[in-house]
């Protein structure tokens, strides 16, 4: 369960971005995760909801942005689909390795927050 | 009203710039830092007991052991005859840089020619988090069954080194070896898979040499 100390993590980059814009309440923060980063997102939306419990920023949501693998077969030169929960990285027509883009992010985006002066 | 800012960033910066820090003082000490991960009681610390016995003495190696509770496993690798230090997590399921930075602090360690990083057993959390080492390295042993690296591909995706551990049970168990290297290089063609058993020593020569060469590699490279 390495969500929490991820989650943590993201909390931290986000309140430094509000820091770095004045203050005021956390709203929303938009996470990109990309499913070959090994990051569940429903334990990280668990983990989120009890990091911001109970703290000023209670209730801000996170937004999960889910990011495919994009790949394809170099011989066939067409993108392939994988089987769902399978990590074959050969294409499944002609064997082939299959070439991967993407997928591994796991990055902060966008934080919306409220200006404490309108709170 | 409300404030939009776009962050883009990783969301493990703060550990990634760490990491990267470190990474660059084991390059100018010429330390070969390799980061072991496997499920629990796989063997990591038996293997490590091997390695420090079979190595060259001349070389000077040290272990970070990476554990929730107990002193256990540095004090096995202190008898074996190795320097180590003991990093307790207190419940965290993997290490980070942070930990790294603070217990080659606490352990005073000084002019290693390799690191030794014992990952807290677990195939899943430690994958995320690089601790500026030069490779990773899985450890699968036989027992655990012959469908772990599809069932965990992160990790062996990942590891540069796939280490097939406790060999000499396997005419006990159902483990089809082929399959499982094949599964490995499927997940990661470049992977170098080296089988060993801590037990009889069989494959540890190999598992040396392969470490002595990536010394080697490393110190041609920042000399």
Known sequence: MHEMGIAVEIYRAARDAVRDHGSGRLETVTVSIGELSAVEPELLRFAWEAVVAGGPDAGATLSIRWCPADQHCPACGEAKDRSDGSWLRLCPDCGNPLSINGGTELDVEQVIFVPEETT | ?223
């Open chain 2, 1 to 223: 009203m409300k404030r939009v800012i776009s962050v883009r960033k990783r969301a493990l910066a703060a550990n990634d710039e760490r990491a990267g820090s470190l990474r660059e003082r084991f390059a100018a000490a010429g330390t070969l830092v390799v980061n072991l991960i496997s499920s629990p009681g796989s063997g990591k610390t038996s293997l490590l007991e091997a390695t420090v016995r079979r190595l060259d003495p001349g070389l000077r190696c040290a272990v970070l052991e990476g554990d929730v509770a107990t002193q256990r496993d540095a004090e096995r690798i202190r008898a074996a005859g190795a320097p180590a230090h003991q990093i307790l997590t207190g419940g965290a399921c993997h290490l980070d840089a942070r930990q790294i930075v603070t217990g080659l602090e606490e352990a005073g360690f000084t002019d290693l020619d390799i690191l030794f990083i014992e990952n807290v057993g677990n195939l899943i959390c430690p994958t995320s988090y690089d601790l500026g080492e030069d490779f990773k390295v899985a450890l699968l042993s036989v027992t655990e069954g012959d469908d772990k690296p599809f069932k965990y591909p992160a990790i062996f995706s990942r590891a540069e080194v796939t280490v097939v551990t406790k060999i000499d049970l396997l005419a006990h168990v159902a483990f089809d070896l082929p399959a499982v290297e094949e599964q490995v290089r499927t997940l990661n063609p470049s992977a170098r898979i080296v089988r060993t058993s801590a037990t009889t020593g069989e494959g540890i020569d190999r598992w040396c040499s392969l470490l002595t060469e990536r010394l080697r590699a490393k110190g041609a490279a920042t000399a």
